[in-house]
C-alpha cells in the first residue's frame, strides 16, 4: 500500500469510484508531468447531488462539506489516472472551484475550502496549491458546488 493511501486509511476516509463524464470529454488527461481532473461535482456518499444555492438552500458548513466531496472525487479520477497510486502525485499546481451561490454570497473562498482543506489533509505538503474561487448563477444539474484540479505527477 502507497504512502498516501496509508494516510487515507489512517483518517478514515474513502475514496468514491470515479464516475464516468456525463458529455463530450474525458474524467482526466496527462500532458506531460501535467495530469488536469475535470469539474468534479457535489455527490454525496450515497451517490445523490448535492444541490441547490448556497445562501438560500445551503448554508456555508453544508457547501463546505460539498465542496469535500468534490475533492475526494478528484482524488478517486487522479487515482485511476495514476494507475492506483496517488504518490504518483507531486504536487496539487491548482484547483478552481465553483459556487452555486445567492447574488449576496460573499464566502465562496471558505465554501471551496472544503477541497483545499482535504487535499492538504491527505497530501500534506504535496496539497498546497494555487487556487480560484467563483461564483456561478447556475452549475450543471443544479449542483452545490463544482471543483477541478491539475496535478504535477512524477
Same mark, same amino acid.
Given at each position: ?6 494516510? &487515507? ?7 468514491? #469510484? %470515479? !464516475?464516468? %463524464? /456525463? +458529455?463530450?470529454?474525458? *474524467?482526466?488527461?496527462?500532458? =506531460? ?14 451517490? #445523490?447531488? &448535492?444541490?441547490?444555492?448556497? +445562501? ?6 453544508? *457547501?463546505? !462539506?460539498?465542496? #469535500?466531496? $468534490? =475533492?475526494?472525487?478528484?482524488?478517486? @479520477?487522479? !487515482?485511476?489516472? $495514476? ?8 504536487? $496539487?499546481? !491548482?484547483?478552481? *472551484?465553483? /459556487? ?8 465562496? %473562498?471558505? /465554501?471551496?475550502? =472544503? ?11 504535496? *496539497?498546497? @496549491?494555487?487556487?480560484?474561487? &467563483?461564483?456561478?448563477?447556475?452549475? %450543471?444539474?443544479? /449542483? ?7 496535478? #504535477? &505527477?512524477?
Amino acid at each position: 500500500m502507497s504512502k498516501t493511501e496509508d494516510k &487515507i486509511k489512517s483518517l478514515n476516509i474513502t475514496l468514491p #469510484e %470515479p !464516475k464516468a %463524464p /456525463v +458529455g463530450a470529454y474525458v *474524467g482526466s488527461i496527462i500532458i =506531460g508531468k501535467l495530469l488536469y481532473i475535470s469539474g468534479q461535482v457535489s455527490i454525496d456518499q450515497k451517490s #445523490e447531488i &448535492i444541490k441547490g444555492k448556497i +445562501g438560500k438552500d445551503l448554508n456555508l458548513d453544508q *457547501g463546505y !462539506k460539498a465542496a #469535500e466531496r $468534490c =475533492g475526494l472525487s478528484i482524488l478517486a @479520477h487522479a !487515482k485511476k489516472a $495514476c494507475g492506483g497510486d496517488l504518490d504518483k502525485i507531486k504536487s $496539487c499546481v !491548482k484547483l478552481t *472551484g465553483y /459556487v452555486n451561490s445567492t447574488d449576496d454570497f460573499i464566502d465562496q %473562498p471558505k /465554501v471551496i475550502n =472544503g477541497a483545499s482543506d482535504l487535499l492538504k489533509k491527505i497530501l500534506d505538503k504535496r *496539497g498546497e @496549491h494555487t487556487r480560484a474561487a &467563483i461564483s456561478a448563477n447556475s452549475l %450543471p444539474l443544479g /449542483v452545490a458546488v463544482e471543483v477541478d484540479a491539475i496535478f #504535477e &505527477i512524477y
